[in-house]
């Protein structure tokens, strides 16, 4: 084992520490995807989108952010990375990034990383392992369900209780001990908690196309509505827009493993109005759910009508501030570590 003090380590690949049977490994799915792509751009050469991604996963591209005056290859999720580093500096705790110490946070993995885990356990170079829940590079349905599965992991760390439940029922019992929920985190806003409200909102639309009548609603309202599109914005835009903002409605057909935009929003001390079952943190103090539209507009009347009212019962910044910032979602992260 390592000698230095330094007791946790970020990992975004294990390709530094392959041996010939890893980078054999490597380079025949490389191949085979690279054919794959070809035959199917013979066949169908409209629709290639599928091994495209599958080559961009295993291509080691490394990009640089800056991160309070140190640069950190971001690969993977760039919100879930970007809140380990902030947590670790919050909490003024020594980490490494891409090398090895006793306890290894796995952000970015695929079957040969696997097998360099076990080797560099089996060599006592590492002691305890976890995947976050953006671990899987490639092979992604596959490998969501099978890192329980493996025994040089310690724990397979899924974004909610509803993760883990879903899990369950996927693999054998032996293995449901290997699954434990863990939220990351998100940067907490500078914000103004005695603002007034600015009579303004934010439909966010994920995987549904723009409801034009509900956002006609809204401006008839005397509501000034901004439309953000799931793949259509940029981050930095969304971090712009949520201060001009009073609240957020999430419309969507799709059950959230997490929610990271929604926390982002709470973050800004947003509530959010979120259509029913699709938050898995949705609580009193951060929003409400809908379940129809007509339910969605009583809300949207409820705050016209007294916005100073409707949002004093949602404390949204000091939820996160207390369950969800990246200097809590780090806590918890050791903890796990601790209780292995």
Request: some cysteine.
């Amino acid at each position: 084992m390592n000698g230095d003090n330094v007791k946790y380590s970020i990992i975004t690949s294990f390709k530094k520490w392959y041996g010939i049977s890893e980078w054999i490994m490597y380079w025949s799915i490389r191949l085979k995807y690279f054919a794959e792509l070809n035959i199917y751009k013979l066949i169908n050469p409209k629709r290639t989108d599928k091994y495209r991604i599958g080559l961009d996963a295993l291509k080691s591209e490394v990009r640089f952010e800056q991160v309070n005056s140190r640069k950190v290859p971001i690969i993977g999720h760039r919100q879930l990375e970007l809140s380990l580093v902030r947590g670790f500096d919050d909490l003024h705790v020594l980490f490494k990034f891409d090398e090895l110490s006793e306890n290894i946070i796995v952000l970015w993995a695929d079957k040969i990383d696997l097998r360099v885990i076990r080797r560099l356990r089996k060599q006592r170079k590492i002691k305890h392992v976890v995947t976050v829940p953006t671990a899987c590079k490639y092979d992604y349905k596959d490998l969501m369900w099978n890192f329980p599965k493996y025994e040089c992991i310690d724990y397979s760390l899924v974004a909610s209780d509803n993760v883990k439940v879903k899990n369950e029922k996927l693999i054998t019992s032996q293995y449901h001990k290997k699954i434990k929920p863990w939220a990351s985190g998100v940067e907490l806003g500078k914000v103004d908690l005695s603002a007034k409200p600015n009579l303004s909102c934010i439909c966010y639309y994920k995987r549904l196309p723009v409801d034009r009548e509900l956002t006609e609603f809204i401006e008839s309202s005397g509501i000034k509505c901004h439309i953000i599109e799931y793949t259509k914005y940029k981050f930095e835009d969304w971090l712009q827009l949520l201060p001009k903002v009073d609240f957020v409605i999430f419309y969507q057909d799709y059950i959230e493993t997490q929610g990271l935009a929604m926390a982002e929003a709470w973050a800004h001390n947003k509530p959010t109005l979120i259509k029913a079952g699709r938050s898995p943190y949705l609580t009193d103090d951060t929003g409400l759910f809908w379940n129809t539209t007509d339910e969605l507009k009583k809300f949207i009347s409820e705050y016209k009508d007294n916005p100073e009212k409707f949002l004093s019962q949602f404390s949204p910044y000091k939820w996160v501030e207390n369950n969800m910032s990246d200097k809590i979602s780090v806590q918890n992260l050791i903890k796990i570590f601790e209780n292995i």
